[in-house]
């Protein structure tokens, strides 16, 4: 795309799209001097400022003067991806009833349904989904819309993903899944949500490491109880550790005691020959090295 230099007129339609000055739009487009979809040097059209600042009737007015809803600016963002971005519901209606494609992506793979994923957008979210937005679209890395919502903590809008046809293990390119993302942040109504809808239990990212790894080496007590239903792994993973090990670890004693309830074996030795209580004891967890003493 190469761009031509802006006219004075161009800037002044840009500057009005931006501020949402009806009147100037208007009168710029009547004068003849300046074409509806002028380009700025980073590729982006007055629909795009209009559409990314919430200025409906400018939109509205763009729109009815032929401007492109599919334009996109160098980096391939749309106006649409602005308004789900944003979060203008009544911005984004008019776009799509004007045929703005849903699914355009930007250079990083990002359409408009992982912006309102990633903001937790329920609403946008629907009516992206509503106009057939790629569920299992992804971004460059391999992540999932359902991979940003579980990863922000977004329950309703993974909801509505899975409830649209979303896939619940798809992995990011390193083999993360939306559990193995959501158990690492701590974010257990999402865990649930996703065991539930029959995400697997053991998905292991490339460094070997489970959901019940990740929870239990950072200390999220209600997400290792859920994840302790759907009978995890308890023995050495492949990235030579247990839980436990994760657990006696960091100190987490309350972990400590739910795992070797759900049976863990405290002799277990990891891949450098090490027990967990050697390996509290190294991390000065005493509280945890007696406990395990015990057991």
Known sequence: MSMKKETPSDVRLHL??????????????????????????????????????????CVQELLEQGADPAARRLTGTTALFFAAQAGYMDVAQILISHHAPVDTPSVDGGTPLFVACQYGNHEMVQLLVRHQAKVNACMKD????????????????????VGGGGKVDQRRLDGATPLWIAAQMNHSAVVRLLLKCGAAVDTVRRDGATPLFKASHKGHVDVVQDLLKYNPSLGLLPNGESALHAAAMFGHLSIVKLLLHAGANPGLRNADGVTPAQLAASSRHNHVVEYLKLH
């Open 16 to 57: 009005a799209a931006v501020n949402g000055d009806l009147k100037v739009i208007r009168r710029l487009l009547d004068s003849g001097k300046v074409h509806v979809d002028c380009r700025d040097k980073e590729g982006t059209t007055p629909l795009i400022l209009s559409a990314a600042n919430g200025h409906l009737e």
């Open 142 to 161: 391999g992540a999932s819309p359902l991979f940003i919502a579980a990863q922000n903590g977004h329950l309703r809008v993974a909801q509505l993903l």
